[in-house]
């Protein structure tokens, strides 16, 4: 199994990928800000309309979301792993497949080194 650099890959993929990819609609835009119902925490139907509406934020300059509801935060393949419930390398793999990117791997990694 390849080690991935997970560095290199968050920087490869935006965060706009990921929503375009989900399909996701924002309430309201503001410049790179995006703000709408939270993709991962999705409001009950209990909920009245408008309810919770505007919990989800995404920075698309900076590639980060926060939902102010369920408190989940992080960079495009964070919101992936909460949205597949894949751990981080699965997810990675997955994502890279779906936007049909190559995955970032590290070519010869070091040993960890003893202090």
């Known amino acids: 199994m390849p080690q991935l650099d997970f560095a290199e890959t968050r920087r490869r993929i935006?965060?706009?990928?990921?929503?375009?990819?989900i399909g996701y609609q924002p309430c309201r835009t503001a410049g790179h800000q995006w703000r709408g119902?939270?993709?991962?925490c999705q409001p009950s139907p209990r909920l009245t309309p408008g309810q919770y509406?505007?919990?989800?934020?995404?920075?698309?300059?900076?590639?980060l979301f926060q939902c102010f509801r369920c408190h989940r935060s992080g960079n495009a393949l964070?919101?992936?792993?909460d949205l597949t419930g894949l751990p981080?390398?699965?997810?990675?793999l997955d994502l890279c497949a779906k936007l049909n990117i190559q995955p970032v791997t590290i070519e010869n990694p070091q040993p960890p080194t003893s202090v």
């Open 14 to 21: 935006s965060i706009r990928q990921v929503l375009e990819l």
């Open 37 to 40: 119902p939270c993709p991962i």
């Open 53 to 63: 509406a505007r919990c989800f934020s995404a920075n698309v300059r900076v590639n």
């Open 78 to 81: 964070d919101l992936w792993v």
């Open 88 to 92: 981080l390398y699965q997810a990675t």
